[in-house]
């Protein structure tokens, strides 16, 4: 594959995807918006204290299949035949409805202990029970995710994100709209609920493969395999959240619920704005890697793509949600959120490096590496969550968003480490210079912003258009763009040759 149709594929996915998500976000802005002009604050903290709830369960419980399915599918997909993919879909399917069943029935058994030990009180051990059946959709959305990206079905993704991010929407605001706060629990469990409805309606249009039926013995081990690598994902996934629905529990039990709403709502925009780039990455870029996964020099120049395109693309939103973030916050939530305006901005500088993080990540779960992936996610959170639980009493609600800075200030230079040694990656110049100029800038509005707020929109907006006309360029340089898109790339191209800062 030549290098200019990589960088193509790369951004036709980043399009589908991205595209997607930017509907998805929208659609799950206005969900929050509507949660908090009726719920407050308190209220959601309280959607966010359940969701970590759900999510922790349906990562034990789904023995990280949903990660391992992917590769399996690629794999068998890349060098099996149509015998290895049914055999691995089988195995799949089989596999998803035990861990599913068996999760809920024993998240619905410790319904008691769960309403206690989390939210304080064990009269809500009723809506502890009824996250049971969000559980059990959420391992099974998980693995029919994994069977269509495995197939490399991005477009059905896409769709599949647009259309339950729809329908989830819509079911949320009319819970909260009509019962207030009894509308909390159908809140929850209108995303999972979509999202499988939509995944069954697009699996089942894959068909069946006409292929001899599968022995037990090939099932067996399908599911060692899986289980065998999903151990240690699952373990890095319940690490991970396991960390936040442990920082939740501390900011709630120290601080309040009020001050959870405020971590809670920075929280959201913060994982949420990411989808358009992260989400490609998962989708496109991981099957690829996990194809060539045997060829070093194949994987680092993969990796390169994948991080200078996740910069040019996410740079401008870097700087514009930091310039803005006072008006975001008050524009998704309310005034009374003012709070985690201070989180939001250290969430974004830790953004930057999450973004350059995780393309080299992918490497460990392309390559089978389960153990050291498990390592490296359980050192990050543990930061994070150390340093919520130390900072906490002495710096109030913003430190949340300093040691969600810290995480990757830690984890970054670890996962490059292991990448090195791996395949012996190495940062491009391109990507090193980029990485370092755009953290630089974001820091410096940063700064302004807790100093001058207007000063912060000035150079945050001038920053975000500088680095948006570069990123246009060099895009356009790389795959040469045409129409009114290539036109722009031309123009700014010209712009930086002027101003002495273009580099081939």
Request: charged fraction near 10%.
């Amino acid at each position: 594959m030549s290098k200019e149709h990589s960088y193509r594929q790369i951004l036709r996915s980043t399009s589908i995807v991205g595209g997607a998500s930017v509907i998805n976000i929208a659609v799950g802005l206005l969900r929050t918006k509507v949660a908090a002009l009726l719920l407050g604050p308190a209220g959601v903290g309280l959607i966010g204290l359940l969701q970590s709830m759900m999510t922790t369960g349906a990562s034990i419980a789904g023995l990280g299949v949903g990660n391992v399915g992917t590769r399996q599918i690629a794999e068998a997909s890349a060098t099996g035949g149509l015998e290895a993919v049914a055999a691995t879909r089988r195995a799949l399917f089989l596999l998803t409805l035990m861990l599913s069943a068996a999760g809920a029935l024993l998240f619905w058994l410790l319904r008691d202990e769960l309403a206690l030990r989390v939210l304080g009180d064990r009269n809500g051990s009723a809506d502890v029970a009824w996250l049971a059946v969000g559980l059990a959709l959420t391992v099974a959305s998980a693995s029919q995710s994994a069977l269509l990206n495995g197939m490399r079905r991005i477009g059905d993704l896409a769709r599949i994100s647009v259309y339950s991010g729809m329908l989830s929407t819509l079911a949320a605001i009319v819970a909260v709209w009509w019962w207030g706060r009894g509308g909390i629990l159908a809140f929850v469990l209108a995303a999972p609920a979509a999202s499988f409805l939509l995944g069954h309606w697009y699996v089942a249009k894959l068909g069946r493969l006409q292929v001899p039926a599968t022995s037990w013995s090939v099932l067996a081990g399908q599911w060692r395999a899986m289980l065998t690598l999903g151990a240690a994902f699952m373990v890095s996934g319940l690490v991970t959240n396991l960390g936040q629905l442990a920082a939740r529990t501390v900011i709630q039990r120290d601080l309040g619920p009020e001050a959870l709403g405020h971590f809670q709502a920075a929280w959201l925009i913060s994982m949420t704005y990411l989808g358009f780039v992260l989400g490609a990455m998962g989708t496109d870029y991981y099957p690829r890697l996990t194809a060539a996964i045997r060829e070093p020099d194949q994987v680092n120049r993969l990796v390169n793509e994948q991080t200078e395109v996740a910069l040019l693309l996410a740079g401008p939103a870097f700087l514009a949600m930091l310039a803005l973030a006072p008006w975001i916050i008050a524009l998704l939530y309310s005034r009374e959120f003012s709070e985690a305006v201070g989180i939001l901005r250290w969430q974004v500088l830790g953004d930057v490096l999450k973004v350059a993080c995780w393309p080299m990540g992918f490497i460990m779960l392309a390559a089978g590496d389960g153990r050291t992936y498990m390592w490296t996610q359980s050192l990050a959170i543990g930061v994070f969550v150390l340093l919520v639980a130390l900072l906490l009493p002495w710096l109030g609600i913003a430190s949340t968003g300093m040691a969600f800075l810290a995480m990757y200030v830690v984890n970054l230079p670890v996962v490059y480490y292991l990448a090195r040694r791996r395949t012996g990656f190495r940062w491009a110049p391109a990507v090193r210079r980029r990485l370092l100029l755009l953290f630089a800038a974001s820091v410096a509005v940063a700064g302004l912003g807790a100093w001058w707020e207007i000063a912060a929109v000035v150079v945050g907006l001038l920053a975000a258009i500088g680095f948006g006309l570069g990123g246009v360029a060099r895009l356009g340089h790389m795959v040469h763009l045409t129409g009114p898109i290539g036109r722009l790339a031309g123009w700014g191209k010209l712009l930086m040759i002027r101003f002495g800062v273009w580099r081939e």
